[in-house]
């Protein structure tokens, strides 16, 4: 199994912009076969180093990852993503 997490820090931080974000990571759900599981969480500290929002996947393997990417309803996440984004970071682990 794969655990891929990312975080982002958006350009505007406002809520409506943040759950607009979460929204569409959200909308992958049920939509990508390879993803097992899909969490989206918003950050509730709200300090200058944290990001604000965190998505975690679960896939089944590195091809399932592969397959992931470039999946049409995730290129759509991207797309949004690189027009909103400050920063984002990922980590990607077997387990």
Known sequence: MIKHIVFFKLKDRSPE???RTAAVLRNMEGKIPQLVSIEVGLDVIHSERS??????????S???????????EHQIVIRHINEVKDVSVSVDYEF
């Open 17 to 19: 912009s943040i759950e």
């Open 62 to 72: 590195l091809e399932d990852l592969q397959a992931y990417t470039v999946h049409p």
């Open 51 to 60: 990001f604000d929002i965190a998505l975690v996947t679960e896939l089944a």
